[in-house]
């Protein structure tokens, strides 16, 4: 059956959140004390989910004390198909029993061209028509390091703009295009310098005070005038780097205008315009890529996370005219996963047969409205906000002092309690935003209605238990 079936044929119930159930504990088991013993400081997820996983399926996980839990973090993302899908599964079996190679550098191999050809007829007609494709090391951050790199080589130009709230990844030149300031502050100067921040279009706390139609014209105004002043003080950039929806920086979705704007003033002013679409791309918006819902062509594309099919793979697209870096000028051993290559091409298949694209748009529109519902009874649920199923929920202080906007300050103290009382009752969600105020839904894209109701039930009553410990 075609996950479309399961498309919204009602609408949601009021969810009443329920007084008593039976909630998970959480002690540390013989496997989180070894690596909270053994490994790194740097780890981040085990420690707001304590979990030691042994199995899943779909949208779920299975914990080494036979506990069970909807998985809506799903890799951040990556898991487009959920856990070990049929699909996924038989394409690895396949590699395997017909003894393909496994490694190949960037050789050639018909897996690999059966990628490509996949992922070319993913993309709109008038960029597939001049793509280049560049096979990076295994991960977004590195993909978005060759984006720099041929978009400098190709402009001669040494600048970059991103924006505030940005993320693209955690090595160093990377990290010089990210917003949050937490990561990049131990380390001083970064080897990356020449970055330009930007105000983003984030509409609940507009950087401008106004929001609306006049946030965005006043938001383009200024990056108009950034790059045509004589006098603004920054030179003209080889790129623009930004997330049509930004996902760690709070699941802020850019003004589809004010992206239009942006592909229009770049384009005039020759500077390339680079969408990162590592977290948005592969259906999770409702389009195959995000930026389709401008109907803009970026001049390059990022991509990683899903494209693998839940195993490592990172690729940049670009147009050709950027296309005059010298051979060698980015490489990577783990550039030729021909397992993650052939995961990759069943999960584009199924994304299209199964028509995932309006399914994540169904699914996104019933969790919204769920969400909504529960807005009335909890206040502290500022803004809902998203696309698809790549959704959020900023949390806020009803009683504080309202911005400039009239919208009430961020309480960025519920939001790890409601991530708690989530998981006490078997749900996965995790944070983002600024001071991580932002509870993020970014379930696997093969969710049925049935679940969604339930992911709304469980979060609708971690509200009630999280709200009253305040």
């Avoid at 909630?23 to 304590?50: D, H, K």
């Avoid at 080494?64 to 079996?93: K, S, Y």
């Avoid at 199964?354 to 996104?364: F, Q």
């Avoid at 995790?430 to 993020?440: D, F, K, N």
């Amino acid at each position: 059956m075609s996950v479309a079936t399961s498309l919204i044929e009602d609408q949601p119930a009021r969810i009443v959140p329920t007084p008593a159930e039976m909630l998970y504990q959480f002690n540390e088991s013989p496997l989180l004390a070894r690596q909270n013993q053994q490994e790194s400081n740097a780890r981040s997820y085990p420690r707001r989910i304590p979990l030691a996983l042994k199995r899943a399926k779909g949208i779920y996980v299975e914990d080494v004390e036979g506990r069970h839990f909807i998985d809506c973090l799903a890799g951040a993302g990556t898991l487009a198909l959920g856990h070990n899908h049929p699909v996924v599964i038989e394409a690895i079996r396949q590699v395997l029993s017909d003894e393909l190679p496994l490694h190949t550098l960037d050789l050639t191999t018909p897996v690999k061209d059966q990628f490509v050809q996949n992922l070319f007829g993913l993309l709109p007609p008038a960029l597939a028509a001049e793509a280049k494709i560049q096979f990076c090391g295994p991960t977004g951050t590195d993909a978005v390091e060759a984006a720099l790199k041929l978009v400098r080589t190709a402009t001669g130009r040494s600048t970059v703009l991103s924006f505030q709230g940005g993320y693209h990844g955690m090595s160093q030149g990377a990290l010089s295009l990210m917003g949050s300031l937490g990561p990049k502050k131990p380390l001083g100067a970064l080897l990356s310098s020449g970055v330009q921040f930007m105000p983003y279009p984030y509409d609940y706390r507009c950087p401008f005070g106004l929001g609306g139609a006049q946030g965005v014209q006043v938001n383009l105004n200024y990056l108009e005038n950034l790059l045509n002043d004589p006098e603004a003080g920054v030179q003209l950039p080889a790129a623009v780097i930004v997330e049509v929806v930004q996902g760690e920086g709070g699941v802020i979705p850019a003004d589809l205008d004010w992206l239009r704007g942006v592909r229009r003033i770049t384009e005039k002013a020759g500077v390339a315009l680079i969408v990162d679409e590592i977290q948005s791309g592969f259906a999770r918006t409702g389009k195959m890529f995000a930026f389709e819902h401008a109907g803009i062509i970026p001049d390059v594309v990022v991509m990683s996370k899903a494209i693998g099919g839940s195993l490592p793979l990172a690729v940049v697209v670009y147009r050709d005219w950027l296309d005059t870096w010298l051979p060698g000028a980015h490489a990577g051993t783990f550039r030729g996963n021909q397992m993650a290559m052939a995961a990759g091409s069943a999960v584009m298949r199924y994304l299209v047969e199964h028509k995932v694209c309006e399914h994540a748009t169904a699914m996104g529109e019933r969790l919204s409205e769920h969400l909504r519902i529960l807005q009335r009874d909890f206040p502290h649920m500022g803004d809902i906000r998203g696309r698809g199923l790549m959704l959020g929920v900023e949390l806020v202080d009803p009683s504080g002092a309202p911005d400039a906007q009239g919208h009430p300050p961020i309480l960025a103290a519920l939001a790890p309690l409601v991530q708690r009382e989530c998981l006490k009752r078997g749900l996965i969600l995790e944070l983002g935003g600024r001071h991580g105020s932002v509870v993020r839904f970014l379930p696997p894209l093969v969710i049925t209605a049935a679940e969604i109701d339930q992911v709304a039930g469980i979060f609708g009553r971690a509200m009630t238990a999280a709200t009253a410990s305040l």
